[in-house]
């Protein structure tokens, strides 16, 4: 049973379309995320939603909007793509429990590679 | 802001040495320190995390870290490496409060074990 799944695992598409990538958790946790890995490995936190409330969102340039239709989905939707969105998406969620105690856990990860 | 600083960028050893990866982050506050690790085209595991009690935690695989307080420090080790150690380690800090979730990571080490 897949914890955090994700769709696509390879996305590859022209500059200026429009993508979405789509992910699931079926752990019941309230919280999800979205990374962006770019191509030196660094991960930095782009959105995080907890239970379909927008709570993080990290400076991201307004042609990315998440859209989470309830707290088990946490979609990722791009506008007019450009070459530096190229990069690797990880969704993650988690239970965000009083006194912050809460773990994070990954899906396998979207390569996005825009030409 | 808040940071986090992994000193070793890229570790190559040989099968049986001993590994010590370090971690420093920058925040008076509050934290819960985590170790993922990134095998070759896989997503994050969670490899160990600190929250509270006692300092020296262990994760799977045989890796430990240990909570300095006073050096902002949580350093990763494996006293004997094996081959398919090989991934890439990254560390993560989350401030206890606030309650957002959000993860900071460090820049992540790559681990490379010769056989």
């Known amino acids: 049973d897949t914890a955090v799944s994700q769709t696509p695992k390879y996305l590859v598409t022209q500059m200026g379309n429009d993508k979405s990538i789509k992910c699931e958790q079926n752990l019941g946790h309230d919280t999800m995320y979205w990374y962006k890995q770019d191509s030196k490995k660094f991960l930095k936190i782009m959105f995080s939603y907890n239970n379909k409330e927008l709570i993080i969102n990290e400076t991201v340039p307004n042609r990315f909007s998440p859209k989470s239709p309830d707290k088990a989905h946490l979609n990722l939707h791009i506008n007019s793509l450009e070459l530096g969105d190229s990069a690797v998406y990880f969704c993650a969620s988690s239970q965000v429990a009083s006194g912050g105690l809460d773990t994070q856990y990954f899906g396998p990860g979207t390569r996005l590679t825009v030409l | 802001a808040q940071s986090v600083s992994q000193h070793n960028h890229h570790v190559i050893l040989s099968e049986a040495a001993s590994l010590e990866l370090g971690c420093n982050y920058s925040?008076?506050?509050?934290?819960?320190l985590f170790w993922y690790v990134q095998y070759p085209g896989q997503h994050l595991q969670l490899l160990l995390k600190?929250?509270?009690?006692?300092?020296l935690v262990k994760g799977i695989k045989g890796f430990e870290a240990e909570f300095i307080k006073s050096k902002f420090s949580f350093n990763l080790r494996k006293p004997s490496v094996q081959w398919s150690d090989t991934a890439e380690y990254f560390c993560?800090?989350?401030?206890?409060?606030?309650?957002?979730?959000?993860?900071?990571f460090g820049q992540g080490t790559t681990l490379q074990v010769k056989p």
């Open positions: 993560a800090v989350k401030r206890r409060s606030g309650n957002t979730g959000k993860l900071i």
């Open positions: 925040y008076g506050g509050t934290v819960n």
């Open positions: 600190y929250f509270s009690g006692d300092p």
